[in-house]
């Protein structure tokens, strides 16, 4: 357990059997390390599956979240997507990143 192997970003993960993270306001709780610090940035719609803490170069720490959402609730939530939108892709990057609307 532990941030093992050295890069640009270390980074380790939670599963949910491997946790019982409770998520509050400014804390996130996390097995064999405590209660954390938090600044959100909007609220989960459900609770996370797993969560990946990750460091970057500069010494910052940053939780990501995977959730599982119904896609009927998130219409009835947001609206229905914009069709006329552009997402545009950059081939020279070196890392990659994707972006899907349902």
Do not use: H, N
């Not at 599956?49 to 599982?68: E, M, N």
């Not at 892709?89 to 994707?98: E, V």
Request: glycine share 8%.
């Amino acid at each position: 357990m532990g941030f093992v192997r050295r890069g640009a970003c270390d980074a380790t993960t939670w599963s949910a059997l491997q946790r019982k993270s409770t998520v509050q306001a400014g804390l996130l709780s996390l097995p064999k390390i405590g209660e954390v610090r938090a600044r959100w940035s909007r609220t989960l719609p459900c609770r996370p599956s797993s969560v990946t803490v990750i460091k970057d170069p500069a010494g910052r720490y940053f939780p990501s979240f995977l959730i599982d959402t119904d896609p009927e609730e998130d219409r009835a939530r947001l609206g229905e997507p914009d069709l006329d939108s552009a997402v545009g892709i950059d081939l020279g990057l070196t890392l990659p990143q994707a972006l899907g609307f349902a």
